[in-house]
Every structure is written in structure tokens, then in C-alpha cells.
């Protein structure tokens, strides 16, 4: 029999119930009993949906009130000082201090560093790492989370970052040394907690080892079967998981792990699946991710089963069948979706319909395809329904790609002549001061856009509330003595859903959300056909504010790259034509913005590190085109209109001669967190135009100290000249409520003000 399993579930519920938990603990409204109470009934709806979907095993470690990460820095007491002592047992509000710098309980603190999870938009917490470190177990979630799942009749299967991943992740802080040099302090820990989930009556312990698909140096590479063979527990078998890409010249090294089982993505993996299934030996276990468990179109079921028929013939019960990934990067449940485009519906799965897809898939292995003919004939017409669908293609948009020539990605001048021509022009001081972008969302924002979205409100009163926003946004923004002001994007629902809807090529759902980090959630659009702008999508809103001040205005976009990568994107052509059909759209946009008198656009390409392949020899053509695409959008404007764009947490040493092949003319970057050390590669590489390292960190509702932002950008200034220096917050300021705000951004300016009456010296 072909067993079915999940590597992870979407843990935020099908209506975002986790969010609205941790957030009503966050403000007071509720207490710890109360939270503790609506993640035992997420995980039971959860639970329940794995069980009827007739997976093997319920998948126990992969709910996590904020990060799973965080919660195994948690189990492991890899606690950093700052947050004080913990005790035996590290509590909940520890967790979320590390997480945000601050809970109900406990001294505000900065908290740990965040970044992407691979090349995924999920953001995980580093691990913070010292030499000489020690582990101890310190939390009992995890063991009580498995004996909730069995009191309700559930056979657990426990999933954990592996231990060689785990410190991958991790973050050096204090004296400089190899991270490797804790993996004997940390396998004895590791080593306990199988011992008690073998204790529980556990079987299977599923654990992540992503980092086989990537260019490891051959320290960690030699590591991976001795640390295996430390982890050998009686009784208890451990599957080991590799995702997101292909395992290559780690291949061998897989296959020799002392494991009973090994997981490989079959959706991005190449060949792995059959090379390994010919050499694994038995009675080795191999899972095969045969489902994407990263986007959100149907699989594809008769070309799944054409490929794993052989498979089947030649391992038997040995061949299990899983996702490629977890589930954790979808939308919970397709059903919900009652007023979407029912073509494009019909083209989609989530979560739950993953799972049923793994089932029609093993039926079909074990009994013959006419045991599920119905759903098997359901899947392949909307498999060519898709693909013949007129929707997917305009001639015109092909065109236009075609026509696109070099010209259209160069600036007129070089950087060092805008930058007279844009000084001349914006009369800025040293140490400008901007925001990114967004302003609160308030609540009195969104019920005005869900009253105009249900048609009680119209077009007019809709227009007038949002523009009392903007004068509002604007007149603060003047009060407080910004240099560079933005109107607030207080129509926004999302910097990628609200261009989406104004573009063709898109649909949209109601409850298609995902988690980026903690209680945050996106829902992105599904970008299904050629791109094309019908019409301006910022400009009024744009002009409005700009009509309201005499400083200068920018233009807020969301660049080509970013609504690529943060979007389920078609997969039936390649992704550098998708995104160069939004630069072209964007192209247009940014045109008539400047055409309109905005002296600055602002660009923003959050997601272009995330794309980055993982494997080293793929990244220059992905380089390539995506710098392409940026400057396509961003060059056909004067010398004298400023463009910036804006990155999310991301490493730069791997992208900064793309960065500044980019040619924004001034780049702001998140760096509050990693207290400015990613500013290290733009030093090194002697990035040549202007920078704004973010001097505050708006995940956090903490108010950062003058002092502490001076000392910063002081730290900044010492690599980067003062005159090419901005002064902003790390990311837009949406998620956050006003009082923190006003009190953050007054802060920040008197920041800069305290920079120019006495400007740092650079080294060089």
C-alpha cells in the first residue's frame, strides 16, 4: 500500500483564526489560556483534515505561534542574553520578545534578526549562535502537541529543522568562529528529544535538512552521516527531508544517511527521485514530493502517474508519496473560494485539494487508474482546459515583448551626472529623511475599503475618505520636518494584490492567504495570463498628494520582480517573460507619474533577492533577467527624476553587483536587526550611488531611542560617504498602529538632525 503523508499544513487557519489570536493576546484582549485554547482547536481542525485526506500520520511540529525556527531555538535554550534569564522552561512571552522585541510580560528587548526562509517569502528568526554555546531542552510544547494529537486519535509523524540546517540558519554574534564547532554541544540535545518523543510512542521523526540542496563547503557536506548516526534512537525511525531544489552533488551523500527514510522534492528536484530510488537501499524509505507544495495550480495527474508507475514497480510499499515542500506556502482550502472566477477555479488546489490529489494518486498506484477515473478525467480537463484557454495569451503583449531593445534599459546619463541634476532639482539636506511607503492601516481604512469593495459605499465617498487620509498623512508627515514625503497608500490592500487588480493577466481570492511571519499574512494574486495595463493605477492619488505640499512627493510602485515573486505565477512559460510583460506595464506607469510632476519614484523590488536560485551556477541568469525587467520599468524617465527602490530582509553578498547593475539611484535596504552588518557587502563592493539603511525595525512595536538610531547611522557613515547617506525606517509602516509611529518617525528625524550638525567622517 502507497502511504500519504504532508510535510506541513498551513498553520494559520482557513480565516487567519492564529492571527487573530496572537494579535488580541499581543493587545490584552485575551489571556495565555485563551490563546493556549485556539491553537489546541487550529490543530485539531488541522489534524482532522490530515486524518479524512487518509494520510498515514497526522503531521505533529509544524504549528508554531509565530516561527518554527523560533519555537526549535526555543526547545533547544538557545535563548540570547538580552532577554534575561529564563529559568527551566522558556515561556511563551520570551518567545515572543525574541520574535518582536516585546509581549504582555517582561522588559522590551531588541529582537532577533529575521530573513527569508531560502527562497520562499516565509521569514524565519535566526538562530543566534556564540562560541562555546550550550543546549538544554527548555520548552515541553512539542512533547505535549504530540500527546494532544493522540488523545484525539491521531498517530503523530513529528517534524523538526534538522540539526546541520538548524545551525546553517544561525547567526554568529560576539567573537568569529565555525558554527560547526557546536554541532557536538547541540546532537546530545537533539538526541534527547528523540529519546522522549520515542518515549511518547512516536515511529516517525521527519527531519528538514534543506540545505542538501545547496553548495555546501565540504565540512558541512562530511558532516551530515556521522551527525545521523548520533541521532539513532531505538525504536524510532527518522525520515530526513530535502526541498526546494535538487540535491546534486549532495546526491550521494543522501542516499548514504543512516536514516530508515529519505524525502526529495520531485517538482524541483531534476532526476533525483529515480537515481536515488535506484540506489537506496532497502529497506530505506524513499517519500517523493509529487505535488507542489508551492504553488497553487493543479497537478497534473496522469504525467505524475506516467512517472511514478516505475517507481511504484520498483520500490513497493517503500514508495511514499508527499508534497514537494510544506504546505505552509498555500491557501488553506480551495473550497472557501465561492465568488472566484469559476474557470479559474477549476485550475487551482490548495492545501486540502493537495491532499486529495495524493490520494487519487496512490489509489491509481494501488488499485489502477479506473479505481479513480472520475477524478483522474476531472484533473485532465482542467489540466487542457487551462492550457487552451484564450485567456492566457494577447498578441499584443507579445509584441511589445518582442520589440523591447537595449535602449529601453539604459538611463540617459550616468549616476554621478543625475545626481547633480537631482540635487539641483530637490534642494535636500544631508541625511534626507523618507518613509518607505505605507502609513498605518487603520481600521477605519479597511472597513471604508471593504464598505466600497461590498457596494455600500460609493465611488465618490470612497474617493473623499481616502483622500482624508492622504491630507492627514501629508500634513504629519510636514509637521514633523520629513524631507521626502509619500501619500500613505491608504487604498492599498497590499503592495502586490493592489497592483494586480488593476492590471489584466490577474484574478483574486477571498481567502487566499498565506503567512510571511508571525501573525503577518499575504494573499497573493494569481497571475495566470499575458500582462497588460489598461490604464494609470497610482498617478491620481499621487498628484493629490503631491498637490498638497511643496516638498517633493514620491511615486510609491511595486517593481516587476517583486509582483512576480510574490504572486502565484503561471507555470506554462518562463518566468523572465512574465516579468518582463510587468515591466513593461510598469514601464508605462512610471512614465506617466513623472509626466505628472512627481520628481521621485520609488520602485520597490522586496522580493528580488528571494528569487535567487539557491544553487550558485543558476543565479547569473536569473541576475540577468530580473535586472533587465527593473530597468526596463525604471529607465525611460529624465535624469532629473530620482528612482528608488527598496529591499527586504535579504544577505547582499551574493546579489551586490546586481544591485547595483539595478541603477536605482538610491536603494533602501532593512539593516536595524543586523545592526547595519548587511551593509558590510555594499562597503566591500564600494557601492557607488545612495543608500538608506533602515535605522529602525518596524516589526517591532518598540520605539527606538534617538541615540540609538544616531549610533547607526554613525556605524553607517563610517563606510558610506554622509553625502550619499538617507535616513528612513526599515520597511513600511503599515502593520503598525500611529502612537508608535509618531513617536518612531519624530525620533528618526531628530536622528538626522543630530547627524548634520555634526556629520561622521567616512574612511575612504
Not at 492571527?19 to 490584552?28: D, F, I, L, P
Not at 531544489?245 to 551523500?253: A, C, K, Q
Not at 532526476?271 to 524509505?285: F, Q
Not at 459605499?457 to 470612497?462: F, G, V
Request: net charge negative; glycine share 8%; proline share 6%.
Amino acid at each position: 500500500m502507497t502511504l500519504t503523508h504532508t510535510l506541513g499544513f498551513p498553520r494559520i487557519g482557513a480565516h487567519r483564526e492564529l492571527k487573530q489570536a496572537v494579535e488580541a493576546y499581543w493587545k490584552g484582549d485575551i489571556g495565555a489560556e485563551a490563546l493556549a485554547s485556539a491553537g489546541r482547536d487550529l490543530r485539531a481542525v488541522q489534524w482532522a483534515r490530515e486524518a479524512e485526506a487518509g494520510l498515514r500520520w497526522v503531521t505533529v511540529g509544524d504549528f508554531a505561534w509565530y516561527d518554527s525556527v523560533l519555537d526549535l531555538s526555543v526547545l533547544l535554550g538557545a535563548v540570547p542574553e538580552r532577554f534575561g534569564p529564563v529559568g527551566d522552561r522558556v515561556d511563551l512571552d520570551t518567545m515572543f520578545r525574541m520574535a518582536r522585541g516585546r509581549a504582555p510580560s517582561g522588559m522590551p528587548a531588541a529582537a532577533c534578526e529575521m530573513t527569508k526562509w531560502f527562497d520562499t517569502n516565509y521569514h524565519y528568526l535566526a538562530p543566534e549562535l556564540h562560541q562555546g554555546q550550550a543546549f538544554r531542552l527548555a520548552s515541553e510544547s512539542l512533547f505535549d502537541q504530540v500527546r494532544e494529537a493522540q488523545a484525539l486519535g491521531h498517530d503523530p509523524k513529528v517534524v523538526l529543522v534538522g540539526p546541520l540546517t538548524w545551525l546553517w540558519l544561525g547567526r554568529v554574534k560576539g567573537v568569529a568562529f565555525d558554527r560547526l564547532e557546536l554541532l557536538s554541544r547541540l546532537l546530545p540535545v537533539y538526541h534527547a528529544i528523540l529519546e522522549r518523543l520515542a518515549a511518547l510512542g512516536v515511529a516517525w521523526v521527519q527531519l528538514d535538512e534543506p540545505i542538501l540542496g545547496l553548495d555546501l563547503p565540504e565540512a558541512w557536506r562530511q558532516a551530515f552521516v556521522p551527525t545521523y548516526n548520533a541521532l539513532a534512537v531505538p525504536g524510532l525511525n527518522r525520515l530526513v527531508a530535502t526541498y526546494f531544489g535538487r540535491l546534486e552533488e549532495n546526491r550521494e551523500i543522501a542516499a548514504a544517511l543512516p536514516v530508515e527514510g529519505l524525502h526529495v522534492d520531485g517538482v524541483r528536484g531534476g532526476d533525483d527521485v529515480e537515481a536515488l530510488a535506484r540506489c537506496l537501499p532497502a529497506p530505506r524509505v524513499l517519500s517523493v514530493g509529487v505535488v507542489d507544495g508551492r504553488n497553487v495550480w493543479r497537478t497534473d495527474l496522469d504525467a505524475a502517474l506516467a512517472r511514478l508507475r516505475s517507481l511504484h514497480d520498483a520500490l513497493g510499499d517503500r514508495l511514499w508519496l508527499a508534497p514537494s515542500c510544506s504546505l505552509l506556502h498555500v491557501p488553506v482550502d480551495l473550497g472557501s473560494e465561492t465568488r472566484l472566477d469559476p474557470e479559474v477555479r477549476g485550475w487551482l488546489a490548495f492545501a486540502v485539494q493537495k491532499l486529495e490529489e495524493l490520494r487519487v494518486l496512490a489509489r491509481a498506484l494501488d488499485e489502477g487508474p479506473e479505481a479513480v477515473a472520475p477524478a483522474l478525467a476531472e484533473a485532465r480537463g482542467a489540466v487542457a482546459g487551462r492550457r487552451a484557454s484564450p485567456r492566457l495569451h494577447r498578441p499584443e503583449v507579445r509584441a511589445r515583448l518582442r520589440a523591447v531593445d537595449d535602449a529601453m534599459t539604459r538611463r540617459h546619463a550616468p549616476y554621478r551626472e543625475r545626481a547633480a541634476r537631482q540635487k539641483a532639482r530637490l534642494g535636500l539636506p544631508l541625511f534626507p529623511t523618507t518613509t518607505i511607503g505605507s502609513f498605518p492601516q487603520t481600521q477605519e481604512i479597511r472597513m471604508a475599503r471593504r464598505d466600497f469593495k461590498a457596494g455600500r459605499l460609493d465611488a465618490a465617498s470612497y474617493r473623499r475618505r481616502m483622500e482624508e487620509e492622504i491630507n492627514a498623512v501629508v500634513r504629519f508627515q510636514e509637521e514633523i520636518g520629513l524631507d521626502v514625503l509619500v501619500h500613505g497608500e491608504a487604498e492599498r490592500n497590499d503592495m502586490v494584490e493592489y497592483f494586480g487588480e488593476q492590471l489584466e493577466g490577474f484574478a483574486f481570492t477571498d481567502y487566499g492567504w498565506v503567512q510571511s511571519y508571525g501573525s503577518r499574512c499575504v494573499k497573493p494574486p494569481l497571475l495566470f495570463g499575458d500582462v497588460a495595463r489598461p490604464g494609470p493605477m497610482t498617478v491620481a492619488w499621487a498628484t493629490h498628494a503631491q498637490g498638497l505640499t511643496q516638498k517633493p512627493m514620491k511615486g510609491m510602485l511595486t517593481g516587476p520582480i517583486t509582483i512576480l515573486n510574490w504572486s502565484f505565477v503561471r507555470d506554462d512559460q518562463p518566468r523572465a517573460d512574465t516579468c518582463l510583460q510587468l515591466a513593461l506595464a510598469l514601464r508605462d506607469e512610471v512614465r506617466d507619474l513623472e509626466a505628472a510632476g512627481l520628481p521621485i519614484l520609488q520602485i520597490d523590488e522586496a522580493a528580488f533577492r528571494e528569487g535567487l536560485p539557491l544553487r550558485k551556477a543558476e543565479r547569473a541568469d536569473y541576475l540577468a533577467w530580473t535586472v533587465r525587467a527593473f530597468r526596463v520599468a525604471s529607465s525611460g524617465v529624465r535624469d532629473d527624476t530620482q528612482i528608488h527602490t527598496h529591499m527586504c530582509y535579504s544577505t547582499f553578498n551574493d546579489i551586490i553587483d546586481a544591485v547595483a547593475a539595478l541603477d536605482a539611484d538610491v536603494v533602501t535596504i532593512e539593516t536595524a536587526r543586523s545592526d547595519m552588518a548587511l551593509l558590510d557587502a555594499f562597503q566591500e563592493k564600494a557601492y557607488p550611488n545612495e543608500i538608506g539603511p533602515g535605522v529602525y525595525d518596524i516589526h517591532s512595536p518598540n520605539v527606538p531611542e534617538v541615540a540609538a538610531m544616531v549610533a547607526l547611522l554613525r556605524k553607517a557613515a563610517v563606510h558610506i560617504p554622509a553625502e550619499r547617506l538617507w535616513v528612513n525606517p526599515d520597511c513600511g509602516l503599515k502593520t503598525r498602529g500611529w502612537p508608535e509611529v509618531r513617536a518612531s518617525l519624530v525620533n528618526m528625524v531628530e536622528a538626522a538632525r543630530v547627524l548634520r550638525a555634526a556629520p561622521p567622517t567616512p574612511e575612504r
